[in-house]
């Protein structure tokens, strides 16, 4: 439910005159079109085996949007792909439906505690940004650890429907990590889980500092990614340090399609952080995340509370 300041901040959004409005669309009843990917034929052999060469990896195209949905003018060409090896990525009712629920117990179980630390790291904030929100379940850890306000922002229009049906408290908006639309300095926290590595590296730098453009001076930062050591560990050292979770996860990085992620891996994220005007606090890496904690760096800092440690079972 929108409280006055959310109101009065609505009215004060930006508009974007070179490319579009923030929407106002109340995500959960909006009526979304249907995608190729909803009127898939079970019974007619080519739709299925197209299907099932998606997602089994062996077979790509291009995610196809409708004209007339939200951000089909604007979503660029770089998400527009079959993500995780899903008939039109992100982009349909049906399989966006499936992925909300499967993403969790795709990974066993484990973002649960994952989302948690990243809601705890942020405790203690008025206003917060869940960025790249997909089916909301960080957004909704975010409410859990008492923050007050909380906001989603993802671009694909079929995620923000799931996760405005799930949460009707939460402020659903559709916009990209590296142009928002939002209002300068309105955040004081920011949670990222599972987003970065899906960002080509020249917009993961635009979209640091767009954050840096959004966040209060003292804003925290808590972003959970995937771990690098099931990417570039071989299998027996993960056998050895991590059981057949390690193996699981190795084979999951190898097999889910997700273009960015050997760029992701590589990069110096503390130095990227550092050019947008950010500190990186705390670090640390295991199976299957890798965790940051960084604070935008200015005058005013604010105090955190103390750090739990990652529940990595
Ligand atoms: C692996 S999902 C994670 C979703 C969610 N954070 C969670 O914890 O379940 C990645 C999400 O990032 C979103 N995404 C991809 N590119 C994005 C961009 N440029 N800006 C914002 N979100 C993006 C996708 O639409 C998708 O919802």
């Known amino acids: ?4 300041h959310t109101l009065q901040f609505q009215e004060e959004l930006k508009v974007d005159p070179l490319r579009r ?3 106002r669309i109340d995500w959960a009843t909006v009526d979304l079109p249907d995608t190729w990917a909803d009127h898939i034929d079970w019974t007619h052999l080519p739709d299925l085996r197209r299907v099932l060469r998606t997602l089994a990896g062996r077979e790509r195209q291009r995610v196809r949007l409708p004209a007339q949905l939200p951000g089909s003018a604007w979503i660029p060409k770089y998400v527009l792909q079959e ?6 990525g992100n982009y349909s009712k049906s399989f966006s439906r499936g992925y909300a629920q499967g993403f969790d117990h795709a990974m066993l179980g484990s973002l649960k505690a994952g989302r948690r630390r990243v809601a705890e790291a942020l405790s203690g904030a008025h206003c917060a940004l869940d960025l790249g929100c997909g089916a909301g379940r960080q957004a909704a850890a975010l409410r859990e650890v008492g923050v007050g306000e909380v906001w989603g922002l993802d671009p694909s229009p079929y995620l923000l429907q799931h996760a405005a049906r799930a949460y009707p408290q939460i402020q659903w908006v559709q916009g990209l990590a590296e142009d928002t639309g939002l209002a300068d300095g309105q955040f004081d926290a920011v949670a990222v889980c599972f987003v970065f590595h899906e960002l080509p590296p020249h917009y993961l730098r635009q979209a640091l500092a767009e954050l840096a453009r959004i966040t209060k001076p003292g804003a925290r930062l808590a972003v959970l990614e ?7 560990a071989g299998y027996r050292w993960l056998w050895r340090h991590h059981g057949w979770r390690g193996l699981y996860f190795r084979a999951l990085a190898r097999r889910a399609y997700e ?3 050997g760029a992701w891996h590589q990069q110096d994220f503390a130095e990227l952080l550092a050019e947008a005007g950010f500190t990186l606090l705390q670090e640390d890496t295991g199976c299957p995340f890798r965790f940051f904690f960084a604070q935008r760096t200015d005058d005013t800092v604010v105090n955190h509370p103390p750090q739990p440690s990652m529940d990595k079972s």
């Open 1 to 4: 439910m929108a409280n006055a």
């Open 21 to 23: 409005e923030v929407d």
């Open 83 to 88: 993500f995780h090896n899903l008939p039109n």
């Open 226 to 232: 995937p771990s690098p050591l099931q990417w570039s």
């Open 259 to 261: 273009p960015f992620a």
